[in-house]
């Protein structure tokens, strides 16, 4: 897990109300729109990546993810090979610029039902913002709040306003399985996995575990 630079924000607020920059993966993929599925792949699993950018004649015209590879490729076996990204794509491509903030990207992300937007400022591609660098600078700091807590330092590392807990633990029927949090319901325990363990919808089967 990456470490805290000293120019980095060092709470769950500060971050939140920072620029995209502070999460920004400027290790972004671009091949042409006419490329197959099947090497958009390959690159994504050579550089570990979940997505690539589709480009026609020097402009980025769409987004092509994993879970579309399995869902407009694979599952309806259909030859990667012969798919090309131009088939697949999602375009638009959903993008924001530098100065918007690490919580106006989330908001975007949850408004839009995507995981991922691009980051852009004068018609250049900067890179990309994705909840799950977004999660892991979560994590990082509050790692880092516990530490300190654990010093003699009282901080909070969670907003308890954003998680719905059980009042009375005993009455759960059902614990995270990272941090064994209580929840009484499927649906409360899937959202508190996605907001803070970069899981989404881990109890409702999401299929995109299945490229990890």
Do not use: W
């Amino acid at each position: 897990m990456e470490e805290l630079s000293s120019s980095d924000p060092n709470n769950i607020i500060s971050l939140l109300s920072s620029p995209v920059g502070f999460v920004l993966n400027t290790d972004i993929i671009i091949v042409e729109s006419d490329k197959s599925a099947e090497e958009a792949s390959k690159l994504m699993k050579d550089r570990n990546a979940r997505c690539v950018l589709a480009s026609h004649k020097g402009e980025v015209v769409g987004i092509v993810s994993k879970t579309d590879i399995l869902f407009k490729v694979l599952s309806q076996d259909r030859n990667p090979a012969k798919v090309k990204l131009r088939e697949i794509m999602t375009s638009p491509v959903l993008a924001i610029d530098p100065k918007t903030t690490v919580k106006e990207a989330l908001s975007i992300m949850d408004k839009h039902l995507v995981r991922q937007v691009m980051v852009h400022a004068y018609s250049a591609v900067l890179g990309m913002v994705t909840r799950e660098r977004i999660y892991q600078k979560l994590e990082t700091i509050s790692l880092s709040s516990e530490d300190t807590a654990l010093q003699g330092t009282p901080v909070c590392l969670i907003d308890t306003k954003s998680i719905a807990y059980m009042k009375d633990p005993n009455l759960a029927n059902l614990k995270c399985p990272y941090c064994e949090s209580p929840f009484d319901t499927k649906e409360g325990l899937s959202k508190h996995i996605d907001r803070l363990h970069g899981g989404a919808g881990v109890l409702e089967g999401d299929v995109r575990r299945m490229f990890e």
